[in-house]
Structures are given as structure tokens and as C-alpha cells.
């Protein structure tokens, strides 16, 4: 009985240290690499969230209408994730872009640890690492200084807070609510917590023979209340269901359907977690079954919905394999050791790579006379002008401009001289600063007599007009 209990023990003890070093790898030390990773800004987007995080803690308001741009200045513009902008542009005043590699490292850091305090009670070390790599394989595309990168963990602590409640035959408490409080405030993502909501809670009623029927009722409408409570009232509610309708959004890539080409490591993952389910016989409640289609269905039509649905299967499909670890320990103490990791972030300095997300040396070619002066711009290049003070005639806020400024657009840089030519009337465009990319308007402009180029490196070229 002794020889048993004492290898019991020592079983236990071997487990606890692996856990508690796979805590500190994938929570703690992999997502510091991961945000430190040049990919983190390569975004324009990222450029344009920091300066209206500036520009709400400057004024000590949320922007009502567009303060950026030349083209649709003084226009309405919701601006769904200025909590989030308002954290980035903190961090970037502090610490410039190693605060931002911060910020992400803080929320990758959060998302881990939810899924892995949640994760280890019911599955073992290399489940638990399979999953991890997994998870970061899928989300790694999308690991950027953005907004929805702070909204993962969110997801991953509303969707285990649901399955911890359904596990306990009760309703979430009604504080849990306040989650959606944080999540409309941050990212136009809120809507997906109707469905998670909608999935787990009847899973649990029905287990629970509806007898729970009250209490899940009551905290889903503490919820939707808290919903309510945007920034941006009621057309912030309405804002991300425009956003999904605009004809326009094939032209971003993040919103086009899923390719393997793009995202092969999302269908590897994918077919290897369907590989799994069907080897081991798992059988998922209804309700969740109907949600992951949901969520997939969603990931295949665009490729920005990979995400939400990589953390959700996470928390989801994991526990119904039915093994049980005998790991114990409260790792939830381990997270103090995030404080240093996230200050040795914090204290080395990053410089992003010259890119179209961060032209440096093109906009700092740009003479002073012409920085106040209207420019036809490259797509990517609207975030870094915003932060650099230039207006730009657009940025990655396409769905403030509307389908048809950006279709208009999408003809120009095509080459469609006589759209570019009324623009520039309409305007009074004095000069351009455009990708490789957009090689027809680029060679209109060097064979006209009207424009002259002035400055070109390998990441875009500036022309300006003669007369």
C-alpha cells in the first residue's frame, strides 16, 4: 500500500514538473517569440490604430467622424476598436514598437494560459502540447499589433467559461457577463458570442433537462445588456453586420475565402483534428457540433474567421476525449512569471522591417512642401502616412470609405486614367506614393508629361505634379 501510495507521488510529481514546464514554454516563452517576430507589423492597419489610440487619449474623446484622411475627412466613422487603439498607442508612446510587441505577447500570453489552465485537467502533456502547437500554427498568420489579437483571449475565457458552467450543471454567474462589456469595445467580433453562447448553453439545458432554464436565460440577458453598452450606442451594434455586407471586401485579402495556398497550415491542422475525432470515436453534443460547423463554415468563406474558430475547437473538442491527467498544482500562480517575460520584451528594442506596412525611407524621401498637400497613396501605405501626420486619400478603414470610393479605387490603381484624372480634379492631388504593385497607374504616370517622378526604392515610388 506504502510502495503504491509513494509511486502514486512520485507519478504525480513527474507530471506537475512537466506540466509546469510546458507552462512555461507555451504560455509564457513561445508567445514572447511570437510577438517579437517581424510579421507582428506587417500590417498597415497597425500604423492607423496607434494614431487614433493618440488621438482619443489627445483629445479625451472617441472620434465620431474621420480626423485622417483628406477624401472623407469630417465623414462619420465608427470607430469599433478604440479601447484596444487606446492600449497600443500607450504602449507605443512608452515603448515604441517593442510596446506594441509587448501589448501582443500580453495577449497571446492570455489566451495560452486560459486554454492550458483549462486543457490540463483533462488531457495530458502531449495532448496539451499537440493542441498548443497546433493552435499557433493556424493563428500564426494572424498574429499582428491589431486589435483582434487582444479580443483571442476573450473568445477562449467566454467559450471555457460557458463549457465550465454547462460542466457544472449550472449557469455562468451573472458577473461573467461583463466579459461582453470588454469584447463590444474592442473588436466588431462581439456577435460570435451569441452563437458560443447559443451552442454550449443548450448542450447544458438539455443535459440538465431544461431544468436550468432560468438561470442560463438570465445571465444571456445580463449579456446582451452588457452588449449594449458601446461606445458607439446603437450603430456600433449594427456595424459589424454592415462591415460583413460590403461588396468590396473580396478585395482584402483577410476577407477573402480560405485557399490552401495561403493558409495550408490551417487545413493540415484541420484534417489532422478530423484524423483524430474519427480514430478515437469522439462524439460532440449538438450543440456544439452545430457551432463548430458554424465557426468552419465561416473560417472557409474568409480567411479572418480561422482564428475564432482555431481557439474555439481548442477549448471545445479537446475535453471529450475522455482521458483524465493526474497533473495538480496551481500553475495559475506561474503567471506571475509573465511580469519579467513581458518587461524583457518591453526593454529590447524592435525595428520592423522595411515593408509597405513600414515605409520609412519612402515617407521620409517625401519633401516637407508636399506633406500637406493632397496624395494618391497606395492602399497599405495609408496607415503609416495617418501615423506620420499625412492625410491620406485612403487607409484600412474600407468600410468608412464605402464600396463605391473603393471600387473607384480598385479601377484607378488598375490604371483607369480617366478615374484617376477626375479624382485628381475632384481632389487636387499634387502627388502619389505607390507600390510596385500598381504598375499600370505607375507607368501612366511616367509617361505623362503632367507628372515626374521624384523618388523610387524597392518598396514604392513618388511622383509629383508638374503644374
Not at 501582443?104 to 483549462?118: P, Q, S, T, Y
Not at 448542450?203 to 440577458?221: E, I, N, S, Y
Not at 477626375?422 to 502627388?431: E, F, L, N, Q, T
Amino acid at each position: 500500500m506504502t510502495s503504491a501510495s509513494s509511486t502514486l507521488k512520485t507519478q504525480m510529481s513527474r507530471e506537475s514538473l512537466l506540466g509546469g514546464a510546458l507552462f512555461i514554454f507555451f504560455v509564457l516563452g513561445l508567445p514572447l517569440g511570437l510577438a517579437g517576430a517581424p510579421q507582428a507589423f506587417n500590417d498597415g492597419d497597425v500604423s492607423w490604430h496607434v494614431a487614433t489610440g493618440e488621438w482619443i487619449l489627445r483629445h479625451q474623446a472617441v472620434p465620431a467622424t474621420d480626423p485622417f484622411s483628406f477624401t472623407a475627412g469630417g465623414q462619420p466613422w465608427v470607430a469599433m476598436e478604440w479601447s484596444a487603439d487606446v492600449i497600443y498607442a500607450l504602449a507605443f508612446n512608452l515603448a515604441g514598437y517593442a510596446g506594441l510587441a509587448t501589448v501582443v505577447a500580453a495577449g497571446l500570453m492570455a489566451l495560452h494560459a486560459i486554454l492550458f489552465l483549462h486543457l490540463r485537467r483533462t488531457i495530458g502533456p502531449l495532448a496539451l502540447a499537440a493542441v498548443f502547437i497546433g493552435l499557433d500554427l493556424v493563428l500564426g498568420p494572424f498574429i499582428l499589433a491589431r486589435p483582434h489579437v487582444l479580443v483571442w483571449p476573450i473568445v477562449a475565457g467566454w467559450t471555457v467559461m460557458l463549457l465550465r458552467a454547462a460542466e457544472n450543471q449550472r449557469a455562468p454567474p451573472l458577473w461573467g457577463a461583463l466579459i461582453m462589456l470588454a469584447w463590444t469595445n474592442l473588436h466588431g467580433s462581439f456577435p460570435l458570442a451569441i452563437p458560443i453562447g447559443a451552442a454550449i448553453a443548450f448542450d447544458a439545458l438539455v443535459a440538465a433537462k431544461w431544468k436550468t432554464l432560468p438561470q442560463w436565460a438570465a445571465f444571456g440577458l445580463a449579456s446582451l445588456l452588457a452588449m449594449l453598452m458601446n461606445w458607439n450606442g446603437f450603430e456600433g451594434l449594427l456595424h459589424p453586420f454592415r462591415v460583413v455586407g460590403m461588396g468590396t471586401l473580396p478585395l482584402i485579402q483577410e476577407w477573402q475565402a480560405s485557399n490552401p495556398s495561403w493558409t495550408p497550415q490551417f487545413y493540415a491542422a484541420l484534417l489532422l483534428g478530423l484524423g483524430a475525432m474519427l480514430w478515437t470515436g469522439v462524439c460532440v453534443p449538438a450543440g456544439r457540433l452545430v457551432l463548430l460547423l458554424l465557426l468552419l463554415a465561416m473560417a472557409f468563406t474568409q480567411i479572418r474567421h480561422q482564428g475564432a474558430f482555431v481557439i474555439v475547437a481548442a477549448a471545445v473538442i479537446p475535453p471529450l476525449f475522455g482521458t483524465k491527467s493526474t497533473t495538480r498544482g496551481g500553475f495559475a500562480m506561474l503567471g506571475l512569471a509573465a511580469i519579467p517575460f513581458l518587461a524583457l520584451r518591453a526593454a529590447l528594442p524592435i525595428t520592423p522591417v522595411e515593408n509597405a506596412a513600414n515605409p520609412r525611407h519612402l515617407i521620409a524621401a517625401v519633401p516637407a512642401e508636399l506633406r500637406s498637400q493632397p496624395v494618391f497613396n497606395g492602399y497599405t501605405f495609408g496607415g503609416p502616412l495617418i501615423l506620420a501626420g499625412i492625410k491620406p486619400y485612403i487607409d484600412g478603414r474600407a468600410d468608412m470609405y464605402g464600396d463605391a470610393f473603393v471600387t473607384n479605387y480598385d479601377q484607378i490603381t488598375q490604371g483607369d486614367a480617366a478615374r484617376f484624372n477626375r479624382a485628381v480634379a475632384r481632389y487636387g492631388i499634387r502627388w502619389t506614393m505607390l507600390p510596385p504593385s500598381n504598375q499600370p497607374l505607375i507607368r501612366a504616370l511616367d509617361a505623362s508629361p503632367r507628372w515626374r517622378r521624384i523618388y523610387a526604392d524597392r518598396i514604392g515610388i513618388i511622383h509629383v505634379r508638374r503644374d
